[in-house]
């Protein structure tokens, strides 16, 4: 199970990142391609440590800092819960010549999945600096946390990288300041949930070995 609406979060500490290696850490939803680095498709929102860039459906944005051996990156992800559109109101009429009363042709019923979704958002901070907004106008998800790792095939050390859904005391949340003055006005509550708080599960297949994809340039 993903994540499919309210404030979570979880983080990602680089613990070995040889001169060869390269990280992206973010989200992605169920259909995104497990063969491929979060990001490469329209339905992954990374982070990546190289130049600081973010990364949606293969095209790099300048967005934050860079970031590195010993750094903590924390990833946010803001879904607001489905709201359902009312049902049409039923206008009552009198048939001439009878005391019964019908329903007025009107228009057709909405279906059950109809409803307006306002659209989430993707944030990520760098040792408890927030980056600010990297998407917005996420589609519905669920989304799934992601990891891809880079490294040269030839690089004898690997790539590795901790992750924290809540177990461990949070190592790159910002402060309660930085985030009302981005983040509140577009609907996400300080603190954010950690995933353990929830049921989800990670996405199998993106968090990729140093011996799956080469370095990324």
């Known amino acids: 199970h993903g994540v499919a609406s309210g404030t979570w979060y979880f983080e990602v500490g ?24 979060v990001g490469q498709d329209a339905r992954g929102y990374a982070y990546r440590s190289l130049e600081g860039h973010s990364v949606h459906a293969s095209r790099r944005s300048e967005y934050g ?66 980056q600010g907004v990297a998407y917005d106008q996420l589609p519905p998800g669920p989304y799934f946390p992601a990891v891809s790792l880079y490294s040269d095939t030839q690089q004898p050390l690997p790539v590795r990288v901790r992750a924290n859904f809540g177990r461990d005391p949070a ?5 309660e300041s930085a985030w009302s003055a981005e983040l509140a006005s577009r609907g996400a509550p300080f603190p954010p949930r950690w995933l353990t708080d929830g049921t989800f599960g990670f996405l199998g297949g993106l968090v990729l070995g140093p011996q799956t994809l080469p370095e990324e340039g």
């Open 171 to 175: 190592r790159a949340l910002p402060s």
């Open 65 to 130: 800092a860079a970031f590195g051996l010993g750094d903590v990156v924390g990833c946010l992800i803001h879904l607001p819960a489905l709201a359902r559109a009312a049902p049409p109101a039923v206008k009552l009429e009198s048939e001439p010549g009878q005391g019964l009363a019908t329903e007025a042709a009107g228009a057709p019923e909405a279906p059950e999945s109809a409803g307006c979704l306002a659209k989430g958002l993707v944030a990520f901070t760098k040792n408890g600096e927030l």
């Open 14 to 37: 680089l613990e070995a990142l040889p001169p060869s290696g390269a990280v992206r850490v973010g989200w992605a939803a169920a259909s995104s391609e497990l063969h491929g680095p």
